[in-house]
C-alpha cells in the first residue's frame, strides 16, 4: 500500500513551453503533497507544498507563477512549470503523507520527473 | 526540523553489514529519526523509523542512542543493490515538509 504514482517519468520541452507534471496517491487520500526539485549531485530541495482545496505554499525563492500547483482532490496533485526555460531541467519528485495518525506515519515519494528543457 | 550530519560518502563489501551513521545533536523529544534511500534516477524509499527505541524491519535496523543524539542505519547483509545514497531525516510526527540533507552515498563492492 501508499503507493505515489507520478507521470510523466521523463520529458523534454522547447524552451518557453510549458510542462505539466502529475503526482497521485494511488491507494489513500493525500490532503497534502510536497513538491521537490533535484539538480544533478545534489540532494532534494523543497519547492512547495500543495494542500488540497486551497493555495499552495512556496518555498522562499520559488516562483509560485512560474510553478503552478493544484490539488484539486484527495488523489491528485499537478506541479506545471510555465515558459519552462534550460535551468528549469532537472528532476521533480512528489510526496504525499501516509497513514496520517498511524503509528506507522511516513512519507511515500513518486518516482521522478526528469525535465530537459532544450 | 533538527539539523542532521552524515558522512558524504561509504564503502562496504557485499554480503557484509553496512552501518551508515547520522549525528542529530539538536533532535527535539516529540522528533522521529527517519531514514530513506535514493537510488541514482529514482525518487526516494522509505527504509525505516523509529523515536528512542531500536527498530527492525525486513529491510534494516536502526539503532539510536540513549541521548537520542545520533542513531546508526544498518544494513546487515548489504547487496550490490543496496548502493544508492542514504538520507536521515528529524522530523515531528505530524510535521509537514521534510528537510533533506547531502546524505551518504553508500557503494556496495563485489
Known amino acids: 500500500g501508499a503507493v505515489v504514482s507520478q507521470h510523466p517519468s521523463r520529458v523534454i520541452c522547447k524552451s518557453g513551453t510549458s510542462v505539466k507534471i502529475e503526482c497521485r496517491s494511488l491507494?489513500?487520500?493525500?490532503?497534502?503533497m510536497f513538491w521537490y526539485r533535484q539538480f544533478p549531485k545534489q540532494s532534494l530541495m523543497l519547492m512547495a507544498t500543495?494542500?488540497?482545496?486551497?493555495?499552495?505554499?512556496?518555498e522562499q525563492g520559488v516562483e509560485k507563477d512560474k510553478f503552478l500547483i493544484n490539488h484539486a482532490s484527495l488523489t491528485l496533485s499537478t506541479l506545471t512549470v510555465t515558459s519552462a526555460h534550460p535551468e528549469d531541467s532537472s528532476f521533480y519528485i512528489c510526496?504525499?503523507?501516509?497513514?496520517?495518525?498511524?503509528?506507522?506515519?511516513?512519507?511515500?515519494f513518486g518516482s521522478g520527473t526528469r525535465l530537459t528543457v532544450v | 526540523d533538527a539539523k542532521t550530519t552524515q558522512p558524504p560518502s561509504m564503502d562496504c563489501a557485499e554480503g557484509r553489514a553496512a552501518n551508515l551513521p547520522c549525528n542529530h545533536s539538536?533532535?527535539?523529544?516529540?522528533?522521529?529519526v527517519y531514514w530513506y534511500r535514493q537510488i541514482h534516477s529514482q525518487g526516494p524509499q522509505y527504509i525505516i523509523h523509529?523515536?528512542?527505541n531500536n527498530e527492525t524491519n525486513e529491510m534494516a535496523s536502526l539503532i539510536i542512542t540513549e541521548d537520542r543524539k545520533s542513531s546508526t542505519l544498518i544494513l546487515p547483509h548489504a547487496t550490490l543493490r543496496d548502493t544508492a545514497v542514504y538520507y536521515c531525516?528529524?522530523?515531528?510526527?505530524?510535521?509537514?515538509?521534510?528537510?533533506f540533507g547531502d546524505g551518504t552515498t553508500l557503494t556496495v563492492k563485489p
Open positions: 510526496s504525499a503523507n501516509r497513514d496520517r495518525g498511524s503509528a506507522n506515519y511516513g512519507y511515500t
Open positions: 491507494d489513500f487520500q493525500a490532503t497534502t
Open positions: 500543495s494542500n488540497e482545496g486551497s493555495k499552495a505554499t512556496y
Open positions: 539538536t533532535i527535539s523529544g516529540n522528533e522521529y
Open positions: 523509529g523515536l528512542k
Open positions: 531525516i528529524v522530523r515531528a510526527y505530524n510535521a509537514g515538509k521534510s528537510t
